[in-house]
């Protein structure tokens, strides 16, 4: 089983669609989590990082299940700038130094 | 604009070239990271410095030499690469050299190389 692993998509949603994101990860140590925002031909940017109570900021709710080792990303009233690959990044620690681990990314297109 | 500057942006070379990318952060950031970005691929990392000291060295071949001459700036020299080398380079910080913390990252700088 992959470390990190998510949906590559794409997904194509028309504008003012909700659109959910998973992300599931294997070490059950993981300790921090984050989704990045990267559009093409540019770098990754943190859209948010996700806590155990969940966020949200603005149209975005991003969501932790520990139990079932996923975490999520929610976004309400898609807008057309909202089209990118979304990456999620998952932290683990173990032996003394953390990791770092990138899914390999979902691709969103929202179609006016 | 970002906060992590690399330069150049883009990087032609021959395969008998040597070159130098260049990324320069004034965050305080006590980590800098370098990654690799094939296209429709996930960053891959190659290099940590943590406190300016080469902490993680992803079994990257010879002809990538990383430099940290201080702890704001972190080079990558070039020297005999192949074609399969070619690809987006980002350079990347964070506020402590543990890793586990969020990253910031630099435009990128994208190699060619013929």
């Known amino acids: 089983r992959k470390e990190v692993e998510q949906d590559p998509g794409p997904f194509n949603v028309p504008e003012g669609a909700t659109v959910a994101f998973n992300c599931t990860y294997s070490n059950s140590a993981s300790q921090s989590f984050f989704w990045y925002r990267q559009d093409c031909r540019k770098e990754p940017k943190l859209l948010m990082s996700v806590y155990s109570s969940g966020n949200e900021d603005g149209r975005f709710t991003a969501q932790l299940n520990r139990a079932s080792q996923y975490i999520s990303l929610l976004i309400r009233d898609s807008k057309l700038s909202d089209s990118a690959t979304y990456l999620c990044?998952?932290?683990?620690?173990?032996?003394?130094?953390?990791?770092?681990?990138f899914g390999k990314g979902t691709k969103l297109s929202v179609i006016p | 604009d970002t906060e992590v500057t690399q330069t150049p942006k883009h990087l032609v070379m021959g395969m008998t070239n040597k070159k130098s990318l260049k990324c320069e952060q004034h965050?305080?950031?006590?980590?800098m990271y370098w990654y690799k970005q094939k296209a429709k691929k996930p960053p891959e990392l190659m290099f940590v410095?943590?406190?300016?000291?080469?902490?993680i060295n992803e079994s990257v071949p010879s002809r990538f030499s990383p430099e940290c001459p201080n702890s704001s700036l972190l080079n990558l020299h070039l020297h005999a690469l192949q074609p399969e080398d070619s690809a987006l380079y980002l350079c990347?910080?964070?506020?402590f050299g543990s890793g586990a913390n969020v990253l910031t990252f630099g435009a990128g700088s994208r190699l060619t190389v013929l």
């Open positions: 965050m305080g950031h006590r980590a």
């Open positions: 410095y943590s406190y300016e000291k080469l902490s």
């Open positions: 990044v998952v932290i683990s620690s173990g032996a003394g130094s953390y990791q770092l681990t």
């Open positions: 990347a910080s964070s506020p």
